[in-house]
């Protein structure tokens, strides 16, 4: 080897090793580095008074490999975070106690007062309810212990649920007209809810027929009690009357059921005692029992007055004006005391007409 080939390798060498260094810096620390660097081989070449010797270093063929080693290392590192970290939660949660405050439960309805509990991460139980009017049935009135109490997790909480208003027994509606139902329910504070109506045969209109709740059961005090209340019988129509006299038109009437009432009314068309009209009309959808009013003729408006001659004074006008004939009084000199009719104009018997005026004489 020349003199000038010897001064050349030890740079050369140590130009390598700087390579060496600088590619095992990007590596872990944990893997040595006599494992990154691979053996040097030296390629000889001839010698030449001109040439240093070459030193080639070969590429490195285990980047993949490394990365993969890396990259389990990492998720062992991570596995065993994760692990050491559920381990502390589990021992913070189970081993160590937890304390809690009982939440505002009072006055809510026993499905919410439970959720806000349990969520609280306590155990929730309902003891026995209690009747009260004070509160709805269903919502909490007392927990125990009470709200504000400092607690563990997992403690036990007792909720007393509102049953609502207590029990009371209902008296017999049935025969009672509406307003005496009203007044039973209301002596054992209970109160008459709705009124379902219909038409009954047995039953007047207005008395209870059935009722919602029977007798001797149980509601809760200040609730409403419906009932079924008749309207009296089915409607039936309404025969005719007009035509009729008035006697066969009175029993047609009270034959089917209906009250008659009877008014009477001058008529140049219709004979005396015959039904001039009726209310309501025939085929009118009537109950029985209700009234059906006829007007009877008087015939036409021209008759013979009567005799007024004899009657007391206040006693003629009367008769006189229900004849719709016209009163008028003339009082005899020394006429004194309970007076009565002397005379009159026209006399007894002489045809007259409505509204015709009748003098009476009185002493």
Known sequence: MTEKQRELRPESAAEARRDLDAEASTLPDAAPLASLVPEVSVIPVEVSPARATTVTIPRQQTGKHERRRVSRWLLGLLVLLVALGGAAWGSWRYLIPHEVDVPTVIGLPEAEAQRRLETAGLVVRTGGGRYTTAEPQGIVLRVQPPEGTTLEEGDRVTLIVSLGPPPVDVPNLVGLTIAEAGAALKDVRLKLGEIDRVYSENFVAGQIIRQFVPEGDQAPQGSAIDVVASDGPAPIAVPRATGLTQGQATSALQTTGFHVEVDEKYSDEVDAGIVISQRPIKGAQLQPGQTVTIVVS?????????????????????????????????????????????SQLPIGGTVVRVGTTITIYVA
């Open 298 to 342: 008087l015939g036409p408006p021209q008759f013979p007055v009567p005799s007024f001659v004899g009657m007391g004074r206040d006693a003629a006008i009367v008769k006189i004006r229900s004849l719709d004939l016209v009163p008028e009084v003339i009082e005899l000199p020394g006429a004194v005391g309970d007076l009565t009719v002397a």
